[in-house]
């Protein structure tokens, strides 16, 4: 591709060593301008900017990496920005500056979405605040969704304690868990993380459209879950709302058509954390479930636990595929989720977004188990998942929940059901 598509007698805008080489490709009676003026180029003299007011019926490819400031000082003499043109230096070649342009943004077409440390904690249940958010924006017709992570930590020195995740795991957290699950949200043009709890108002000022709305510094809210999701989907609001940021999806594009072929994907998301390890992933039902696969069909991929990517998957599935990017970032993970035929997993955090990204098909192998708070009836109840039945905040049938073990026999079951159901989905 020529880095000069169709220009003559332009002004070229700087001088630099992009300069030299557009003057020598860009044919007709090219100027030369900088701000100032003064001097020559070559033999040729150069203009300045007021000088460039006698121009105006000309193009300009500005050469310099000040290309906002230029902009500006060329609006100002009565040059239109159709008119105007870049060296950009990534693509390499000249480009409309029409192209680029970041769009305009008012304080009051912004959401702001306060996640607070104080009673929330920074895991994949900042899920139903992620998507709660969205819907209210869409509710009260905002265009933008900022989202600010509030900790606990304050100026007063009052006693706060990291009662869950130790401090260094806190900020590992928010950067890689709910920084990346923010940024799924597709209205999302910022995402913060305050250094104390009083830096807030001098965001938000005065008149800020806030999310909760009962959102207060001195009165923290419990998490938001199962209630205020059901509120929504039984008012008929959608509320399946993640989505992968376009770099995710050509990431996870490429290689797909690079290593899948036609084969259809499918995802086996791993749980392999070294607390409560007795709700981990069966190695060996999923070991004798992929020898029998036909992977002429299909292509298995393992999504291992995040804290766990970087050491050696057990023997007996070191032959299966694995993703390790797609571990490390929620973004790709999520774009995985969503090309894919099937995704398997057991309750997770990452499995908790199926039922919020479209599409996602999905098969999670549930059980009760009063041995643990965390798979309680009590608990599983409370987040909206009741024995025998499949959730009621599911986008589509095709996001199962098989009540059962994760056996070998159970995967067969639920991937044979599967496949008969939604082959050709």
């Given at each position: 591709?020529?880095?000069?598509?169709?220009?003559?007698?332009?002004?070229?805008?700087?001088?630099?060593?992009?300069?030299?080489?557009?003057?020598?490709?860009?044919?007709?009676?090219?100027?030369?301008?900088?701000?100032?003026?003064?001097?020559?180029?070559?033999?040729?003299?150069?203009?300045?900017?007021?000088?460039?007011?006698?121009?105006?019926?000309?193009k300009?490819?500005?050469?310099?990496?000040?290309?906002?400031?230029?902009?500006?000082?060329?609006?100002?003499?009565?040059?239109?920005?159709?008119q105007?043109?870049?060296?950009?230096?990534?693509?390499?070649?000249?480009?409309?500056?029409?192209?680029?342009?970041?769009?305009?943004?008012?304080?009051?077409?912004?959401?702001?979405?306060?996640?607070?440390?104080?009673s929330?904690?920074?895991?994949?249940?900042?899920?139903?605040?992620?998507?709660l958010?969205?819907?209210?924006?869409?509710?009260?017709?905002?265009?933008?969704?900022?989202?600010?992570?509030?900790?606990?930590?304050?100026?007063?020195?009052?006693?706060?304690?990291y009662?869950?995740?130790?401090?260094?795991?806190?900020?590992?957290?928010?950067?890689?868990?709910?920084?990346?699950?923010?940024?799924?949200?597709k209205?999302?043009?910022g995402?913060?993380?305050?250094?104390?709890?009083?830096?807030?108002?001098?965001?938000?000022?005065?008149?800020?459209?806030?999310?909760?709305?009962?959102?207060s510094?001195?009165?923290?809210?419990?998490?938001?879950?199962?209630p205020?999701?059901?509120t929504?989907?039984?008012?008929?609001?959608?509320?399946?709302?993640?989505?992968?940021?376009?770099?995710?999806?050509?990431?996870?594009?490429?290689?797909?058509?690079?290593?899948?072929?036609?084969?259809?994907?499918?995802?086996?998301?791993?749980?392999?954390?070294?607390?409560?390890e007795?709700?981990?992933?069966?190695v060996?039902?999923?070991?004798?479930f992929?020898?029998?696969?036909?992977t002429?069909?299909?292509?298995?991929i393992?999504?291992?636990?995040?804290?766990?990517?970087?050491?050696?998957?057990?023997?007996?599935?070191?032959?299966?595929?694995?993703?390790?990017?797609?571990?490390?970032?929620i973004?790709?993970?999520?774009?995985?989720?969503?090309?894919?035929?099937?995704n398997?997993?057991?309750?997770?955090?990452?499995?908790?977004?199926?039922?919020?990204?479209?599409?996602?098909?999905?098969?999670?192998?549930?059980?009760?188990?009063?041995?643990?708070?965390?798979?309680?009836?009590?608990?599983?109840?409370?987040?909206?998942?009741?024995f025998e039945?499949?959730?009621?905040?599911?986008?589509?049938?095709?996001?199962?929940?098989?009540?059962?073990?994760?056996?070998?026999?159970?995967?067969?079951?639920?991937?044979?059901?599967?496949?008969?159901?939604?082959?050709?989905?």
């Open positions: 591709m020529s880095i000069t598509p169709h220009l003559n007698n332009v002004i070229l805008y700087g001088i630099n060593s992009v300069t030299e080489l557009l003057f020598k490709n860009i044919e007709g009676d090219n100027i030369i301008a900088t701000t100032d003026g003064n001097g020559e180029f070559g033999q040729q003299p150069i203009l300045s900017l007021t000088q460039l007011k006698e121009h105006r019926d000309r300009v490819v500005i050469c310099s990496i000040f290309v906002d400031d230029i902009i500006t000082s060329l609006l100002s003499i009565g040059f239109h920005i159709e105007i043109l870049f060296f950009h230096m990534a693509n390499n070649q000249i480009e409309s500056a029409c192209d680029f342009l970041i769009s305009s943004c008012k304080k009051d077409d912004i959401l702001y979405a306060v996640y607070d440390l104080g929330a904690i920074a895991t994949f249940d900042a899920t139903n605040f992620a998507v958010a969205e819907a209210k924006r869409i509710e009260l017709n905002k265009k933008h969704i900022h989202f600010i992570v509030v900790p606990k930590r304050n100026f007063q020195q009052h006693i706060r304690l009662a869950v995740h130790a401090e260094d795991d806190v900020n590992w957290r928010v950067n890689h868990i709910l920084n990346p699950l923010f940024q799924c949200i209205s999302t043009t995402i913060s993380y305050l250094n104390a709890r009083e830096e807030l108002q001098g965001i938000l000022g005065n008149n800020a459209n806030v999310f909760p709305d009962n959102f510094l001195e009165h923290t809210q419990p998490p938001m879950g199962f205020e999701i059901i929504q989907v039984r008012s008929g609001v959608d509320i399946a709302h993640l989505e992968a940021p376009e770099t995710a999806k050509r990431l996870v594009d490429n290689y797909i058509n690079n290593h899948c072929k036609d084969k259809q994907v499918i995802t086996i998301t791993m749980r392999e954390y070294s607390m409560h007795q709700r981990n992933s069966s060996d039902a999923w070991c004798k992929l020898a029998q696969l036909d002429d069909k299909y292509y298995p393992i999504i291992r636990d995040t804290y766990q990517a970087t050491t050696p998957i057990a023997e007996s599935l070191s032959h299966i595929e694995q993703f390790p990017l797609a571990s490390m970032d973004t790709v993970r999520v774009a995985l989720y969503q090309r894919a035929f099937l398997f997993s057991i309750p997770t955090g990452p499995a908790y977004m199926f039922y919020f990204i479209k599409p996602c098909p999905s098969i999670v192998f549930r059980t009760f188990n009063d041995a643990h708070f965390a798979t309680s009836k009590v608990t599983v109840e409370k987040g909206g998942f009741f039945q499949q959730p009621e905040f599911r986008h589509h049938k095709n996001q199962r929940v098989f009540w059962g073990e994760e056996s070998y026999e159970n995967i067969v079951s639920a991937f044979s059901s599967f496949e008969k159901d939604f082959a050709n989905d």
